[in-house]
């Protein structure tokens, strides 16, 4: 067998001939699909590489794409860090080529290695293999820019992997790449928030490179774009505590907040009101009491902007809501504020049944967040207020939502069939959806659908129902519902269907 191999991989070297090659190596591939595991990690291991790397630097496209799968089918079989080990120069000159199909393939491998803290030293003792890493962040690529991060990040969780970004030649190179253009300065960013929110270690040493400040600083620039760039990147910093906490000793919350409340000052401004929401939403599903009592501003703007009729700033707006009030504690907090929660509720009302369609299943996607309580974390307290909050949103608030579940358009239909299934999920929804008329008779009707994601959205529905507390739903429905369950979502009558044809 690795005779066979050895010759094939040798005849390679003396082929001049394209369609010879390209022969040659799809016999080598056929062979390699037919191997176990065993047998593939014995052909990686005991024979030459190199002589199917060099193939990578073929002018024909099809050689190099076909050089690329062999080299991929062995580099999974072997464990990560064995073709690093011995095939690092090959490694590194693969990636300065200019396909990024190459770029990937061998990314992939680093990653691979990378994702495992026993071969981190390894990667990290070979600097200009790192800095080669380093440089196709800027790789025109999206793809291979990203892989590129992704691999910088596993080695930055690590303390080895922090010694050398933030020293020497590693951290020089990213100083210089932030002074290249916004777009690769921001993946530089990105790849030192990624760092800093892996460990405590990792934000300490990032903050100490002077990086995070450099990105603070962007905040004053004029450019308003550059601001949205840089409050996305520090929206997932403070999303971890320690993360929040360097901001707030930065005072960026408190500088958020003033932009927010000098909003009316510049009318380019009004473009940088969802990057806040988006990141003071984020914020405040961590922390909502905080938030909430510590910059009113900011939830006197959530509330503001909510009016608005621009869809850009309304999308934010319901999203943001839609998270803060995602999680229980959201919800108290929300409360507390009194008389502009409920004002909110029925805008969201007002928005799901007047708004283009795109701000329609926005709205609805945020409502099911709104009302959405896990069954492990229901209580009377809890329930006596997601009820308040529904009935609130209008007069016989689940006529509306019903009317919509029957729309002939499948993304309205679908995202009220999931605000029902929250509803379904409540005790108080479960009585109210008990004495709807007609609506278990719609919800158990298989014929009215006829879009897939639709009958999956009932399906739920009708799933919830039938855990429902006892007494709600008398036997015989509870009966039809568990037939309807074992059937599954996408089961279809076929002697309603033949009765329907020959009526016809």
């Known amino acids: 067998m690795m005779e066979w191999f050895r010759e094939k991989f040798i005849l390679l070297e003396s082929l001049t001939?394209?369609?010879?090659?390209?022969?040659?190596?799809?016999?080598?591939?056929?062979k390699l699909t037919s191997f176990t595991s065993e047998e593939l990690k014995q052909?990686?291991?005991?024979?030459?590489?190199?002589?199917?790397?060099?193939?990578?630097?073929?002018?024909?496209?099809?050689?190099?794409?076909?050089?690329?799968?062999?080299?991929?089918?062995?580099?999974?079989?072997?464990?990560?860090?064995?073709?690093?080990?011995?095939?690092?120069?090959?490694?590194?000159?693969?990636?300065?080529?200019?396909?990024s199909t190459v770029k990937i393939l061998i990314l992939r491998e680093l990653l691979r290695i990378a994702s495992k803290p026993e071969n981190i030293h390894s990667l990290i003792s070979d600097t200009d293999l790192l800095m080669v890493i380093v440089d196709k962040v800027a790789d025109e690529d999206i793809a291979v820019a990203k892989l590129a991060m992704d691999v910088l990040k596993e080695i930055g969780s690590s303390n080895e992997g922090l010694k050398v970004f933030y020293a020497g030649p590693i951290m020089r190179m990213f100083a210089?790449?932030?002074?290249?253009?916004?777009?690769?300065?921001?993946?530089?960013y990105e790849t030192v928030v990624n760092i800093s929110k892996s460990s405590k270690e990792g934000l300490e040493a990032s903050?100490?490179?002077?990086?995070?400040?450099?990105?603070?600083?962007?905040?004053?620039?004029?450019?308003?774009?550059?601001?949205l760039n840089a409050l996305e990147i520090m929206t997932d910093l403070a999303l971890t505590p320690e993360g929040l906490d360097f901001l707030e000793h930065q005072d960026i919350l408190c500088k958020l907040s003033e932009k927010i409340e000098r909003a009316n000052e510049n009318p380019l401004s009004t473009i940088l009101i969802p990057g806040l929401m988006k990141f003071f939403g984020n914020v405040a599903c961590v922390r909502p009491n905080e938030i909430f009592s510590n910059?009113?501003?900011v939830v006197s703007a959530l509330f503001e902007v909510l009016e608005s009729d621009d869809p850009t700033i309304l999308s934010g707006a319901l999203d943001t809501l839609g998270h803060v009030a995602s999680t229980v504690e959201g919800k108290y907090a929300l409360q507390t504020l009194g008389e502009p929660i409920f004002n909110a509720l029925k805008r969201v009302a007002e928005v799901i049944q007047r708004m283009?369609?795109?701000?329609?299943?926005?709205?609805?996607?945020?409502?099911?967040?709104?009302?959405?309580?896990?069954?492990?974390?229901q209580d009377n307290r809890i329930l006596s207020l997601t009820k308040s909050w529904f009935d609130s949103l209008k007069?016989?608030?689940?006529?509306?939502?019903?009317?919509?579940?029957?729309?002939?358009?499948?993304d309205i239909r679908q995202a009220s069939l999931e605000v029902l299934a929250v509803i379904a999920s409540q005790a108080w929804g479960q009585e109210y959806i008990a004495v709807q008329p007609g609506l278990i008779e719609f919800l158990l009707d298989?014929?009215?659908?006829?879009?897939?994601?639709?009958?999956?959205?009932?399906?739920?529905?009708?799933?919830?129902l039938s855990q429902s507390v006892a007494d709600i739903f008398d036997a015989h429905t509870i009966q039809r519902m568990k037939q309807f369950i074992k059937e599954g979502p996408l089961y279809r009558d076929t002697n309603t269907e033949v009765a329907t044809e020959g009526a016809s």
């Open 176 to 188: 210089r790449m932030l002074s290249k253009n916004d777009t690769i300065s921001f993946r530089i």
């Open 356 to 377: 283009p369609t795109e701000i329609r299943i926005r709205g609805l996607n945020n409502l099911a967040l709104i009302l959405q309580v896990k069954r492990e974390e």
């Open 395 to 410: 007069d016989n608030p689940l006529d509306m939502i019903v009317s919509l579940c029957k729309q002939p358009f499948a």
């Open 43 to 99: 052909v990686a291991t005991d024979l030459d590489l190199s002589l199917i790397f060099s193939e990578l630097t073929s002018n024909d496209k099809e050689i190099m794409m076909q050089a690329c799968d062999v080299l991929d089918t062995l580099f999974d079989a072997t464990e990560p860090g064995r073709i690093h080990r011995r095939y690092s120069d090959e490694m590194k000159s693969s990636m300065s080529l200019q396909q």
């Open 207 to 227: 903050i100490n490179s002077g990086f995070l400040s450099s990105l603070i600083t962007v905040l004053e620039n004029d450019d308003i774009l550059l601001q």
């Open 446 to 464: 298989r014929n009215v659908e006829a879009f897939k994601e639709c009958k999956e959205a009932k399906y739920e529905v009708v799933k919830t």
């Open 17 to 30: 001939d394209a369609e010879a090659k390209k022969d040659n190596l799809a016999e080598i591939k056929i």
């Open 295 to 297: 910059y009113p501003t």
